[in-house]
């Protein structure tokens, strides 16, 4: 939201217990600690991760905020996405596409959870069944809530082709869950090869991303370009694999500078050639080649700022508020477009033919007051929904399935997002993306019977 919406923070234990309120330091550790042939070394959580993540979440927020384009046409209530067509739009993306970057920290997270628990002797079914139940908890409530709010739509009269259209626009930021998903069932095996061999971890996903986008552009059938929905973001994993095992501890502030200009001027450069779109949102679905030099860039902006953003840190408020959006961060992702529909049709009804046109000048003045009732909204609704998701974080998990057990429940969550993204503007599909979801949920906790495997 892998864009690992997880905290960093690796998991509480009995001997080791840590409260909210503990304080944090500016002299935080590296980003990582550097593996060794002997026996990897855990990876450190360091706060600069978590106030990115944070923030990008924020970010994402925002941007699908302002991406709503709600007035009236001659034909009735027009739902549509406000930004598609402005000129200066592409020139923002590389300043707002920010999933290279939330993938890139999810990674860290990843290796740094991993290692932390393979070094106390867990297994992949326990690490596969945490990340699956953090998951799939806000999954069920989100998946069935839209079900709800499609179907009392369609019962209070409104236009069907209205309803499929908020269906889609909900569905469209799910393609996340599925491909964290994806990504979070590869991550031991992974590392694992990361531990060994790190440029072959590294370097085999990119060239199949490049040889993804070399076939999508010789036959012209833009369907190829979704493999890259693995590839691209399995590259991107192994950066923040990288990241967290420290093996770039060693690059000045010089050269982290000269890396994310390099890896800019690439991107700028194929662009320029028409090898990829200069909108790196139109770079997104499907992905491209374009977005491996731009998780270069945020990778080495990341690095420098990482500093500040340990500092950032220890600010009261900002631990506060760094603190609640972690511990809530999928419950915020899957909940906050439902809720920019909700505001969307109240905003026809209250404000009828008034509406500005999206892109006027009247519609940018009225912008500053929608994102601040966006964000109170969204904040408000995961207040609400997000108990049990930072409820359930600190407690003592329950055991652990076998690892064929996990994989089921992870295939079965993972096949309820892409029924959604196939079929969104179907109500039928929502309400069987919550069943499969809550399958995956079932197929966990009946490791909790008694005689059930624990690995």
Not at 104 to 111: R, T
Not at 275 to 293: E, H, I, K, Q, R
Not at 434 to 449: F, K, N, V, W
């Amino acid at each position: 939201m892998s864009l690992s919406l997880v905290s960093s923070r690796a998991p509480r234990t009995a001997s080791a217990p840590r409260t909210a309120s503990a304080p944090r330091t500016a002299s935080a550790p590296r980003t990582g600690t550097r593996s060794t042939a002997a026996g990897p070394a855990s990876a450190r959580r360091d706060p600069a991760v978590d106030v990115a993540r944070a923030a990008c979440l924020v970010v994402v927020v925002l941007l699908h905020g302002l991406m709503v384009g709600v007035s009236v046409g001659a034909t009735g209530p027009v739902l549509e996405n406000a930004l598609e067509g402005w000129p200066a739009f592409p020139a923002l993306s590389w300043v707002v596409q920010i999933m290279p970057l939330f993938f890139l920290l999810g990674g860290f997270s990843a290796h740094t959870q991993w290692e932390r628990m393979r070094e106390r002797g867990a297994g992949y079914g326990d690490y596969l069944a945490g990340r699956m139940r953090r998951l799939f908890v806000p999954a069920v409530a989100a998946l069935v809530a839209v079900a709800v709010l499609l179907s009392t739509l369609t019962l209070a009269g409104v236009p069907s082709s209205l309803v499929a259209v908020a269906g889609f626009r909900i569905s469209q930021p799910l393609w996340f869950l599925g491909v964290y998903v994806l990504c979070t069932v590869a991550v031991p095996p992974l590392v694992a090869l990361h531990r060994r061999a790190p440029i072959v971890g590294l370097a085999a996903p990119a060239a199949l991303a490049v040889a993804v986008d070399v076939l999508r552009g010789a036959t012209g059938v833009t369907a190829i370009g979704f493999a890259n929905l693995l590839f691209v973001w399995l590259t991107v994993q192994q950066l923040g694999f990288w990241l967290a095992s420290g093996r770039l501890d060693g690059l000045s502030r010089r050269a982290l500078g000269v890396l994310a200009a390099t890896a800019a001027g690439v991107l700028a450069l194929l662009c320029t050639a028409g090898v990829w779109s200069f909108d790196m949102l139109a770079n997104l679905n499907p992905p491209t080649g374009a977005l491996l030099p731009l998780a270069v860039v945020q990778l080495a902006l990341f690095r420098l700022a990482a500093p500040a953003l340990r500092t950032a840190a220890t600010l009261p408020p900002v631990e506060r508020a760094v603190t609640w959006i972690s511990a809530r961060a999928m419950t915020v992702y899957l909940w906050h477009m439902p809720v920019l529909i909700v505001l969307a049709g109240g905003a026809l009804l209250l404000a009828g033919t008034a509406l500005p046109v999206p892109l006027s000048a009247e519609w940018w003045l009225t912008r500053p007051a929608w994102l601040a009732t966006v964000l109170v909204a969204v904040a408000g609704a995961v207040a609400l929904v997000g108990r049990r998701e930072a409820g359930g974080r600190g407690q003592r998990p329950s055991p652990a399935p076998a690892r064929a057990r996990a994989l089921s429940s992870a295939a079965a969550g993972a096949a309820g997002v892409l029924l959604v993204l196939l079929a969104g503007s179907s109500i039928a599909s929502w309400v069987a993306a919550a069943g499969l979801a809550a399958l995956a949920l079932r197929i966990l906790r009946s490791s909790d019977l008694p005689g059930a495997v624990t690995r």
